[in-house]
């Protein structure tokens, strides 16, 4: 599993959505992404997104204002009815100059993935798609459309097998929720749902992987948080995600921890906004 890619399994979920799922709508999600590069300063950019809304939507309840890459911002609100309101907001009453600098794009719900345990490695997309058809009736409909899409492969610990992930139809996710395994040649494939949280290695956000961090951000160590120079020497543990939790969310997180420690809390709430943003056919 790619180190850049924290990947939580749901294994206690046999009897239906999560507990940590709620019946109330999603979230909404507005990415305000710059053109060009001369809008790459985050501060800057969240002060003219704000600054809007300050004046003309002073009642609007954002959830959080989330930095992205490339000095995007991205606006977290209660609803998709909400942040619809604050997109038609920033539209009609930002000066047209500035917000014609900007995409704004709201992002669809995430479709529920699961995972499928060692497959063999020389077996190839197309090949592990028919072979599952074949096996398995309740992968496809009444006209054999395919009610999953292989989405990427994960080496496996046997060097001889990879994984792989695959995104499936919401309507359908009791039904896959319900199989422990799918057919595939003369074998049972082990199954089981996939969260999955990018956590980079470089500034140990969470939201990108180190290919997708700022090239300005310098290298952080992943015990102390300091950036990690020649000469560095780590002050002792302190959890750089849950110590910016505790001072932006008013949380109050242990943080004398690393920040890759499988108990931290910030990843473990990571998962639970995946599930959130999840489409689970509901």
């Known amino acids: 599993m790619s180190s850049n890619m924290v990947a939580l399994q ?5 009897h239906g959505v999560s507990s940590t799922l709620s019946p109330k709508e ?7 992404k710059p053109k060009d590069n001369e809008l790459k300063e985050f501060e800057a950019n969240r002060k003219i997104i704000l ?3 300050q004046t003309h939507s002073p009642e609007a309840r954002l959830r959080g204002v989330v930095r992205i890459f490339g000095g995007g911002v991205k606006l977290i609100d209660a609803s998709p ?3 619809l309101a604050i997109k038609n907001t920033l539209i009609e009453h930002g000066e047209k100059e500035v917000m014609d600098k900007f995409d704004l794009i709201t992002p669809n719900r995430r479709s529920p993935q699961f995972i499928l345990y060692n497959v063999p490695k020389e ?3 197309d090949s592990l798609k028919d072979g599952l058809l074949a096996k398995n009736i309740f992968l496809a409909d009444g006209n054999n459309k395919p009610h999953f899409k292989l989405e990427f492969s994960i080496p496996g610990r046997d060097r001889r097998s990879n994984h792989w ?3 499936i139809n919401p309507k359908k996710y009791e039904d896959f929720l319900s199989k422990e395994g799918l057919y595939f040649q003369f074998t049972r494939l082990r199954l089981a749902e996939f969260i999955s949280v990018k956590q980079c290695r470089k500034c140990y956000a969470f939201g990108h992987t180190t290919r ?3 090239p300005k951000n310098k290298q952080l160590c992943d015990k102390c948080g300091e950036t990690r120079e020649e000469n560095h020497r780590c002050k002792g543990y302190n959890c750089i995600n849950c110590s910016e939790s505790n001072r932006r969310l008013r949380t109050n997180h242990k943080t004398d921890h690393s920040c890759l ?5 910030t990843p473990i709430r990571q998962k639970d906004l995946v599930i959130e943003r999840t489409d689970y056919g509901l």
Request: hydrophobic residues 40%; negative net charge.
């Open 165 to 167: 992930v695959m995104s």
């Open 51 to 53: 600054d809007i809304l």
């Open 26 to 32: 999603p979230e909404g999600i507005l990415l305000v």
């Open 81 to 83: 009815d909400d942040i």
């Open 212 to 214: 997708g961090c700022d």
């Open 123 to 125: 077996v190839e997309a």
């Open 261 to 265: 420690n499988r108990n931290c809390k």
């Open 10 to 14: 749901a294994k206690d979920r046999k």
